[in-house]
């Protein structure tokens, strides 16, 4: 049994991963802000902690993690406020990380996104932009931690039924649905080898171990 943190844990990724690793007896904590939210969260087989990441510093959020043996990192601001997407995706996504090396666990999963990356090539102009920014810091200062850490990058999203198939080894996005991706996460935090990787995945033909693995 591992015990497992996740943020962003009311998100519908979130949701569905919850319920996969409580299935394999995994003790889960979903940190929240709404407490309204607790109870869709309690039926996913997960503790609910309600607490505000934007607003807790490194120290409050290493109380939060400690006593944990993996963190996810699935929390977001869901876009609009360029301001809030860079307290929530960068900011406090950064401060996780260092909380983590704080409270003495090593191993964190990033939930980011395709083409997350320094040159992302998003037009300012956009509304994406922030968004692309918040990511590819959080990513870029992920990576060079002492953490075992592991970034996955789903394509877009869609609310297909899960195949347990991706694709890791495309050149472009495409699309991929949300039940896969709670899956790999669920597979990334079993497979010691996906540490030190960025992994970017489609729905695909591969069965999810096979391709984590490859």
């Known amino acids: 049994m591992a015990r497992i943190i996740i943020f962003g844990g009311h998100g519908k990724i979130a949701l569905l991963a919850e319920a996969l690793l409580a299935e394999r007896g995994d003790e889960v904590t979903a940190v929240i802000r709404n407490p309204d939210h607790e109870a869709d969260v309690r039926a996913a087989g997960a503790r609910p902690l309600v607490a505000d990441v934007e607003r807790l510093d490194t120290t409050g959020i290493a109380d939060l993690v400690r006593g944990h043996d993996a963190v996810v990192w699935s929390a977001g601001a869901g876009g609009g406020d360029p301001a809030r997407t860079m307290a929530v995706d960068r900011d406090a996504a ?35 932009f922030s968004y692309a920014e918040a990511k590819a810091a959080a990513d870029e200062h992920l990576r060079a ?5 592991t970034v996955l990058g789903p394509s877009t999203l869609t609310s297909d039924p899960p195949t347990g198939r991706v694709d890791t080894g495309a050149a472009a996005s495409s699309r991929v649905s949300r039940g896969n ?27 999810i171990a096979q391709a984590l693995a490859s």
């Open 94 to 128: 950064i401060r996780s990380m260092d909380a983590s090396l704080l409270a003495g666990v090593s191993r964190y999963v990033m939930v980011s996104y395709f083409g997350s990356s320094p040159e992302h090539g998003v037009d300012p102009q956009q509304p994406f």
């Open 145 to 149: 931690t002492r953490l075992d850490w």
């Open 181 to 207: 991706v709670a899956r790999v996460i669920v597979a990334a935090l079993a497979d010691d080898g996906t540490i030190h990787r960025t992994i970017r995945f489609n729905d695909g033909e591969q069965p």
